[in-house]
């Protein structure tokens, strides 16, 4: 069994940096991609950023798109969120994820339902 642990959240405020991270752990792990969305209070889930594993290829939200970056570490198993110029908007719960299976384009690295693996997620808050 898989399991995602997320940290790094918290309180920051507006145009401040954080870094989330998310390790996974149980058994040997090999992910097609990893991604990172978010849910603020009273929203659908929102993509974030995902990342191949074996690859260098990256895709983000557009709502992100040059603020965030997303890096992996494959012999640690993890896979991080950079955060800057952080925006009262950003808040919400970040959870990390894992797919499996084959993924091509923006619309399939999007789509939540499509990720086998989940964390329990992280709180981040920016303040205006």
């Known amino acids: 069994q898989v399991q995602l642990v997320e940290s790094g959240g918290g309180l920051v405020q507006a145009g401040g940096s954080l870094r989330l991270s998310c390790a996974a752990s149980?058994?040997?792990?090999?992910?097609?991609?990893m991604g990172w969305f978010r849910q603020a209070p009273g929203k659908e889930r929102e993509f974030v950023a995902a990342?191949?594993?074996?690859?260098?290829?990256?895709v983000y939200g557009a709502s992100v798109k040059g603020r965030f970056t997303i890096s992996r570490d494959n012999a640690q198993n993890t896979v991080d969120l950079h955060m800057n110029n952080l925006k009262h908007e950003d808040t919400a719960v970040y959870y990390c994820a894992g797919r499996m299976g084959y993924c091509s384009g923006y619309a399939c690295y999007a789509a939540s339902n499509e990720y086998n693996y989940w964390g329990q997620g992280t709180q981040v808050t920016v303040s205006s």
């Open positions: 149980g058994r040997t792990f090999s992910p097609y991609a």
């Open positions: 990342a191949r594993w074996t690859t260098d290829y990256t």
